[in-house]
């Protein structure tokens, strides 16, 4: 028992291109899309190629990158005004990871003190990554002590290497957890309608033999009635001010679940998905997809006369529900806003 290779990497850096493994194919298949323009990356982000709130955040780095080195033969007062439009095309792709507008305002800083020259920006880039699978071992090992050896822990969505850098958040606490023993069994949510948890997080686990098991969302309060599961471990897209939670759409029920059934919830994410600036959750824009994400599981033809879906991607989790929130800086456990003032005011 223990070992785990973590060798799965979602995004490759080549001279001139971003390759994405096309995360819509797993785990049938796996695909390396070479990505040449900003616009490029900002469709693949938008389709969910990539996705995973750091993960988009570094994908978006990198396409401020591709925008430079397409701009390098503009003329000084023309590079800057073009790069900074795609800085904005990017920023748009999608709305609720805070990551992403992070990685671009970090970057867009970078464009400007180096007048938008390329081998700079890049830096810049490969820093946002290393720095993110930093952040994400340090995080696996203060998430992994909360763990009691032996435990049963239930994950939602993928929250591992594809998400990320590399390692994973929720996830990378996992594995770090599994290495030490404190974890026994993952219970992964199947997570409609993209099925990150069928599709991403059995095929990580797998591939470096953690045990799993896969049930669908519906199934999760009586498997957290029956399978003693200690913690419901999750990643984050964004946390506001207050310690209110955004993540993947069904995050909010399983703490609930979680809190009537005697697990914890631990939120694991990075300093850039705290975003200061807003006070409360209900601040946080929620992204609504198309209804057709949910209803082609029904059917191939359109849905009846007068039935409406709602497909909003992901939801708030009060503070209230969350017993420990796990980023780079240490654990905040029952997070509110003076705890997370005191952790998080110097940054913003
Ligand atoms: O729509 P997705 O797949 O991008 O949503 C991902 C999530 O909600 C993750 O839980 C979150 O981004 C944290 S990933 C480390």
Redesign the pocket.
Known sequence: MGESSDDVRALRWEPGCLQVLD?RDLPARETWLKLGSAAAVATAIRE?AV??????GIAAAYGVVLSTLAQANLPESERLSVIHAEIETLASS?P??V?LSWALRRMRRCVDRNMGEPTAVLAEADAILAEDLTQNRQMADLGAALIEPGSAVLT?????SL??GGH????GVIRTAWRGRRVSRVFATE?RP?L?GAR?TVWELARDAIPVTLITDSAAAVTLRDAAIRWVI????RIAANGDV????G?YALAVLARQHGARLMV??PSG?VDMALAYGADIPI?NREPAEVWKAASSMPPPAGVTVRNP??DVTPAALVDALVTERGVIEKPDADSMARVFASRQ
């Open positions: 995360q969910m996705r995973g709130a750091p993960a988009i999608r609720t990871a990551n939602h969505c993928n929250t591992g998400a990320t994973g958040t929720a996830l997570t993209w990150q991403l999750v990643g984050a897209d955004a993540n993947k759409i995050t694991v994410a998905t992204e991607a992901f």
